[in-house]
């Protein structure tokens, strides 16, 4: 079974810094998606960003990237210039598409704390 | 499109009554799923349709729950009897095929008593 880890409970960063958000998986498959969330304090789940398994090239959203080593089942998010509004819980998710399964596995979470 | 609509947002109930969640996924789309969130246990999935037949139900707790889909707008899950232990926030998605890309609804928060 697909498992998710967030190893970082919680995270803080000053308005405008530049923030690494954390996440190993474990899986056999090759074809897959990994996904970040964000959940505001309206516990609304926002998609930030998502990755294809067989891209090379990392995904990028305006302030938010990704550092994906397939390799070493790592997919760290980074949030660049920091705003108030990002503060909330972010959640690092993987897809197996083999068979057509779309089941979505969740880490823990980290939560996250701009300050200003 | 209003997105993914699930009612009721709050729910407050006793044990032993009958709890039921519902859920309209965005026009088009022919995946559902339901997760749930506890702080205990994070999110994780119940049950999802696809072409409103239950593909996977392996997250279904125990036979206290229960899910339909009777068409592509509507789903339902049930609770009866609700326990305590049931409390937490319940989500719905919806996806289309392919598309790999789930879309939440705002979540109905349960509180069992």
Redesign the interface.
């Known amino acids: 079974a697909q498992t998710v880890t967030q190893s970082q409970p919680e995270m803080s960063v000053q308005e405008a810094e530049t923030v690494t958000l954390s996440c190993t998986y474990d899986t056999s498959e090759n074809n897959y998606?990994l996904f970040w969330?964000k959940q505001p304090p309206?516990?609304?789940?926002?998609?930030v960003i998502?990755q294809e398994a067989y891209k090379q090239q990392n995904a990028t959203e305006n302030r938010f990237s990704v550092n994906f080593q397939k390799a070493a089942k790592s997919f760290s998010l980074k949030i660049s210039d920091s705003q108030l509004g990002d503060t909330a819980m972010y959640?690092c998710a993987f897809?197996n598409?083999q068979g057509g399964?779309?089941?979505?596995?969740?880490?823990?979470?980290t939560k996250l704390t701009v300050n200003p | 499109d209003a997105g993914v609509i699930q009612s009721p947002r709050h729910e407050v109930t006793e044990m032993g009554q009958e709890v039921t969640l519902r859920c309209k996924p965005i026009s088009g789309h022919n995946s559902l799923f339901w997760y749930r969130q506890t702080m205990m246990r994070g999110l994780e999935l119940l049950i999802y349709f696809n072409n409103n037949v239950p593909i996977d139900d392996s997250g279904m707790p125990e036979d206290r729950f229960s899910a339909k889909m009777p068409n592509a707008s509507f789903s339902t899950l049930k609770i009866q009897p609700s326990e305590p232990r049931d409390s937490a926030v319940y989500f719905c998605a919806s996806d289309r095929d392919s598309y790999n890309e789930q879309f939440f609804g705002p979540g109905t928060r349960l509180t069992v008593l």
């Open positions: 998606y969330y309206s516990r609304q789940m926002i998609l998502r959640f897809m598409t399964s779309e089941k979505l596995v969740f880490g823990k979470g």
